[in-house]
């Protein structure tokens, strides 16, 4: 298996390097690796946001293995490409369950691929953490499924109280990604929106895979909002706000935390300036995780990290830390979750799972505003004028 | 009122766009009687060539261009050169199929050299606007519509009245008379085959400079809308093809406008199967013009199948039947297990395609109706699982013989293409239904295997039922194979006129075998509904109607040990080569090349 080897070597190495330079004290982590299964998109349609979540894992490695790694031994992982295709994706779960190495499994990317592999992670007692799984039945698959994906029913209200309370929009126009997400997030998002007192004048759902859309805004226009909420990832949004400004619409754009990314700015352009948006951190954050995610990551990549990159980061240290602290097998880990306390994390603050749900809540939300191409704080001002 | 006239200016825009990948199509397909699928990768590396001498040569837009054309058609002789002239002389399905590998090289290619992230495409030059109606269209429309049009005035005036343009058109009309006159036709193919390319790749540099965004991924998306555009336009006809874009971006629109955004593609879709239906020539086609593709019997050639004596096939549904006892491993199993599933769709498409004729690009709406039908009967009405599947999979032979069955009277490419928009317009509506199908958020919680109410939780039970399905499903397709109705269905594909005068009812023999191939599906979908427990519309896309051709063609036409055997090595390929992470998609697309370039007729012949 060329690939193991090639981690192995990858993590082995790094570690290395990191003791070269670790405060004394910390011991890199040697001897035989425990691996953490991964099933994700390498290629196909999806690539991009697997790229992202091996950047995250690798930077957390560095970091756990450069530190004694999983009491003395490294821990590394097999990322098997599965295209976020379910047929593949079923298979890579016996593999990876058939496999005695593996002690737990993260991902799949898209809720068709992760949630028709649940079945067999659940039979065989492995479990499957879906840190981009919102679906609000992917933990339902039963007692091994466990997300510390953000709930959206946690996240839309606070966009919902940006936009309105805060920005002061009365009349809404939402458009969202026609997925399992963007459906369930509008939801919430609406409901959240008329609690508040704004009014929803216009819902248009569009596919993943569209480019244009001069004529939905034709009809957002004709429902004459004060405000238009993106609930969309960072590549449509940019799409999306460079026709809003083609199309001569002057309206304030509010969009969901997941279009925080550098790639938002690269490709919106000046279009973006100006969009409101939030996160789970913000570089200048006070919190030392963050200052050291985000400055660990600039040193190690050269660029600034996005939300997926933070959500990969995360899901690594929170399993080092389970197994640190349950042990570093499969009953054990899966035990560890329901126990583990206030751990750590870039996007939560500290990660405590609710036993009942198996999810995570209390994600933590900063406001922001794009101003002269960078993400900076919101300073309070509405967007209403 | 204002509105509407917003309406219009951005169905023409975005008919635009569509118009400069609908050109090279139809270059394409009037000469060489291809739809080249590969045309959304030449596309896609356009934009990476422009992306590439903007930021790294600082070139100015108009050297910008000349360099995409040369990359382009640099690009389009290799496609022509190693793709398809080898091809030559096979039916016209094996060049299909190396399109289908070249597209995904190329994708993968491009995605291991720059990586999957979108990128910006700035075009500063471009950015001036102007007031139209109470939105603006910019200098960049302008030069979209201008290359559309000096490309296809170009054209015109390239085939009116230059000799290669008459060599061209000869060889369009009839190759073989054509060669015979003295016409070089492999020059006029590889003129054809760059100049169409050079116009993809610029169509991939201004599409991107549009929306200052491109990524490896959007190729499937451009062939699909370039071939809906020039369909309606009437295929192989190039200002049909510019007309048949804007009448496509106009009811995108409009559709876009009366319904909402989800149901954008819907119409696209609905107005080409009409299209189809009611003038098969495509909306601009002259009456004049001789009947499309008289090209019975060169669609699918005949050659001498492998036989393979049923004592050893009867050998290898045992020894396939002992695979969990001699080697209980999951993965394992579980890989045959999809390769099970995939060859009841192949069943059911090799019947379908290769002895009736009819090729289906939609095959994986099947798949959704059967899985739909089965998950929704279990959950909300309680039926019995494994009569949920049995009624799965008839209601599919019913519903899918009904939508198809107006589009029997195309043949050849035109029934091809209408099958892959119905099979667009099945996945849109399981999308936009959301009372009975829930919508994007799919059916969760979908009862797993029964039968007779004894659970199925076993791998190994898993492995056996799916394996008994596809023996018995293919056992009686020999049986159908071999009788005087087998003998019927491949008279139709055959010889279609001929057929009809022994007084062959043609349609009723199209849907008997459409309706019996789609049992087939049905099932498998149902099946498959119940092993993952969770579906949504994404779960049967597009990309799995693609890879149900592959199997067909891979296998060989109408051969049922082929399908079998097809489906066993895509499933199994992908997995095998799983040590090369990244680069396994590449692999595959090479090895599916190597097969076709050596056994076009499918590994296991044409039956």
Same mark, same amino acid.
């Given at each position: 298996?060329?690939?193991?080897h090639?981690?192995? *070597?990858?993590?082995?190495s ?6 070269a330079?670790a405060?004394a ?27 992202q979540?091996k950047?995250g ?22 990322f098997e ?6 047929r ?7 593999k990876f369950?058939a496999?005695p190495?593996?002690?737990?499994e ?9 949630m ?8 065989a ?11 609000p039945?992917f ?9 510390n ?14 936009a ?10 939402v458009l ?16 959240a929106?008329?609690e508040?007192?704004?009014e ?6 569009y *596919? ?8 939905? *805004?034709?009809?957002v226009r ?22 809003i ?11 969901a935390?997941s279009?925080y990314s ?5 490709l919106?352009?000046?279009?973006v300036?100006g969009?409101f948006?939030?996160?789970?951190y ?12 985000v400055?660990?990551f ?7 990290p ?13 399993m080092a ?9 499969r ?6 979750l329901?126990?583990?306390k ?8 500290k ?6 749900t198996?999810?995570v ?7 922001l505003?794009?101003?002269?191409g960078?993400?900076?704080l919101w ?5 209403v004028r | 009122?204002?509105?509407?006239i ?11 766009i ?15 009687r291809?739809i ?6 030449v ?7 422009g992306?590439? /001498?903007?930021?790294?040569m600082?070139?100015p837009?108009?050297v ?9 058609a640099?690009l389009?002789?290799?496609i ?7 091809l030559q002389g ?9 399109t289908?590998?070249?597209?995904f090289v ?6 291991l050299?720059?990586?999957p ?5 700035p ?5 001036t606007?102007?007031?139209?109606g109470?939105?603006t ?12 049009l000096?490309s296809?005035?170009l054209?015109?005036w ?14 369009a ?5 054509a060669?015979q006159?003295?016409?070089d036709?492999?020059?006029v ?13 610029v ?7 549009y929306?200052?965004?491109f ?11 370039g =071939?809906?555009?020039?369909?309606v336009?009437g ?8 007309a ?8 995108e ?7 909402g ?22 909306l ?5 013009q ?6 019975? %019997?060169?669609?699918?050639? !005949? ?10 096939l ?6 396939? /039947?002992l ?11 579980q ?20 002895t ?18 089965s ?8 039926v !019995? ?9 008839l ?16 043949r050849?490419?035109?029934?091809s293409?209408?099958t892959?928009a ?16 829930? %919508? ?19 791998d ?18 020999f ?16 010889d ?7 007084g062959?009812g043609?349609d ?8 019996v191939?789609?049992f ?6 149902a099946?498959t ?9 994404e779960?049967?896309?597009?990309q799995?109607s693609i ?5 067909v063609?891979l296998? %060989?036409? %109408? ?8 489906s066993?090595?895509l499933?199994?390929?992908?997995? =095998?080569?799983?040590v090369?992470a ?18 076009p ?5 044409t039956?």
């Amino acid at each position: 298996m060329p690939v193991l080897h090639r981690r192995l *070597l990858l993590g082995v190495s790094a570690a290395a390097v990191l003791a070269a330079i670790a405060p004394a004290g910390a011991e890199p982590a040697k001897g035989e690796p425990i691996y953490l299964g991964v099933s994700g998109p390498l290629t196909g349609p999806n690539a991009q946001y697997g790229a992202q979540w091996k950047m995250g894992f690798d930077l957390a490695l560095d970091e756990i293995n450069g530190s004694g790694g999983i009491k003395g031994r490294p821990l590394a992982y097999v990322f098997e490409d599965t295209q976020s295709d379910p047929r593949q994706s079923v298979a890579v779960a016996q593999k990876f369950v058939a496999d005695p190495k593996i002690v737990a499994e993260l991902g799949d990317f898209a809720s068709p691929a992760s949630m028709a592999a649940s079945p067999i992670y659940q039979k065989a007692k492995l479990v499957q953490f879906g840190f981009t799984n919102s679906h609000p039945d992917f933990t339902k698959g039963g007692d091994y499924m466990w997300s510390n994906s953000v709930s959206q029913a946690d996240e839309q209200p606070l966009s919902a109280a940006y936009a309105v309370k805060r920005l002061g929009l009365k009349r809404i126009a939402v458009l969202h990604l026609n997925t399992d997400w963007g459906r369930t997030s509008k939801e919430i998002f609406n409901k959240a929106a008329k609690e508040y007192g704004a009014e929803v004048v216009a819902t248009e759902g569009y *596919l993943p895979d569209e480019k244009d859309f001069r004529s939905t *805004l034709v009809r957002v226009r004709d429902a004459k909002p004060d405000g238009v909420m993106l609930i969309s990832y960072y590549s449509d949004a940019a799409l999306i706000a460079r026709q809003i400004r083609q199309s001569g619409l002057k309206l304030p754009i509010v969009a969901a935390s997941s279009v925080y990314s550098p790639k938002l700015i690269e490709l919106g352009g000046d279009a973006v300036e100006g969009i409101f948006t939030a996160s789970r951190y913000f570089p200048d954050d006070p919190r030392p995780q963050v200052r050291d995610f985000v400055a660990r990551f600039k040193a190690k990549y050269g660029k600034e990290p996005d939300a997926f990159n933070a959500y990969a980061y995360d899901t690594m240290i929170l399993m080092a830390q389970v197994m640190r602290e349950f042990g570093a097998d499969r009953k054990s880990i899966h035990d560890g979750l329901a126990k583990v306390k206030d751990v750590p994390s870039v996007i939560f603050g500290k990660t405590t799972f609710d036993i009942q749900t198996r999810r995570v809540t209390g994600a933590k939300n900063v406001e922001l505003v794009v101003k002269d191409g960078r993400f900076t704080l919101w300073d309070g001002g509405t967007a209403v004028r | 009122m204002a509105s509407w006239i917003d309406y219009t200016v951005n169905g023409i825009i975005i008919g635009n766009i569509y118009a400069l990948l609908a050109v090279g199509l139809a270059l394409i397909f009037g000469v060489s009687r291809l739809i080249n699928f590969a045309h959304g990768s030449v596309y896609v590396v356009g934009a990476y060539a422009g992306f590439l /001498a903007v930021t790294h040569m600082g070139t100015p837009l108009p050297v910008t261009l000349v360099i995409v054309v040369v990359v382009g058609a640099l690009l389009g002789l290799l496609i022509e050169r190693f793709g398809l002239r080898p091809l030559q002389g096979y039916a016209h399905i094996a060049p299909l199929l190396a399109t289908i590998g070249i597209s995904f090289v190329l994708d993968q290619l491009v995605q291991l050299f720059f990586s999957p992230d979108p990128r910006a495409l700035p075009s500063s030059l471009l950015e001036t606007r102007f007031q139209v109606g109470s939105g603006t269209i910019g200098a960049l429309d302008l030069v979209i519509a201008g290359v559309g049009l000096i490309s296809a005035g170009l054209l015109y005036w390239f085939l009116r009245f230059t000799r290669l343009g008459w060599a061209v058109r000869a060889t369009a009309q009839d190759r073989d008379a054509a060669q015979q006159m003295g016409v070089d036709v492999d020059a006029v193919h590889r003129t054809v085959f760059a100049i169409a390319s050079g116009l993809g790749a610029v169509s991939g540099l201004l599409v991107g400079m549009y929306y200052n965004y491109f990524d490896p991924a959007m190729s499937f998306q451009a062939t699909l809308k370039g =071939v809906v555009a020039q369909v309606v336009g009437g295929v192989g006809n190039v200002p049909g093809a510019i007309a048949g874009s804007l009448l496509l971006g106009l009811v995108e629109s409009y559709g876009i406008a009366l319904f909402g955004t989800s149901y954008r593609n819907l119409f696209a879709f609905i107005l080409l199967v009409v299209v189809l239906v009611l003038r098969p020539n495509g909306l601009f086609a002259s009456r004049r013009q001789t009947p499309p593709e008289p090209m019975t %019997g060169t669609f699918i050639a !005949p050659s001498r199948p492998i036989n393979v004596p049923p004592k050893a096939l009867l050998g290898a549904a045992v020894a396939a /039947a002992l695979v969990p006892l001699v080697f209980p491993h999951p993965y394992v199993m579980q890989t045959l297990i999809n390769a099970w599933l995939y060859a009841l769709l192949g069943l059911s498409l090799t019947l379908i395609a290769g002895t009736v004729g009819l090729v289906s690009l939609g095959h994986a709406a099947l798949l959704a109706i059967g899985g739909y039908t089965s998950a929704l009967l279990a959950l909300t009405f309680g039926v !019995p699982v494994g009569l949920a599947i049995l009624s799965a999979g008839l209601f599919t032979a019913l519903l899918g013989t009904m939508l198809v069955f107006p589009s029997f009277r195309l043949r050849g490419h035109y029934l091809s293409i209408a099958t892959l928009a119905i099979g667009e317009i099945v996945s849109l509506v399981i999308l936009n239904w959301e009372s009975v199908t829930r %919508g994007p958020i799919g059916v969760s919680g979908i009862p797993s295997l029964s039968l007779f109410g004894l659970e199925l939780d076993t791998d190994r039970s898993i492995y056996w039922f799916t394996l008994a399905v596809m023996v018995v499903l293919a056992a009686l397709q020999f049986r159908l194979l071999g009788s005087h109705l087998g003998r019927v269905l491949r008279a139709v594909r055959d010889d279609d006129v001929a057929a009809r005068s022994y007084g062959i009812g043609l349609d009723r023999y199209k849907a008997l075998a459409f309706s019996v191939g789609s049992f087939a599906a049905g099932v498998s979908g149902a099946i498959t509904a119940h092993i993952y427990s969770y579906i949504n519309h994404e779960t049967f896309n597009a990309q799995l109607s693609i890879l149900a051709l592959t199997i067909v063609i891979l296998g %060989g036409m %109408g051969n049922v040990t082929g399908a079998i055997v097809g489906s066993v090595l895509l499933v199994g390929l992908p997995e =095998v080569f799983r040590v090369a992470a990244e680069y396994r998609v590449l692999i595959y697309g090479l090895v599916l090349l190597l097969l076709v370039r050596f056994r076009p007729q499918g590994i296991m012949g044409t039956v």
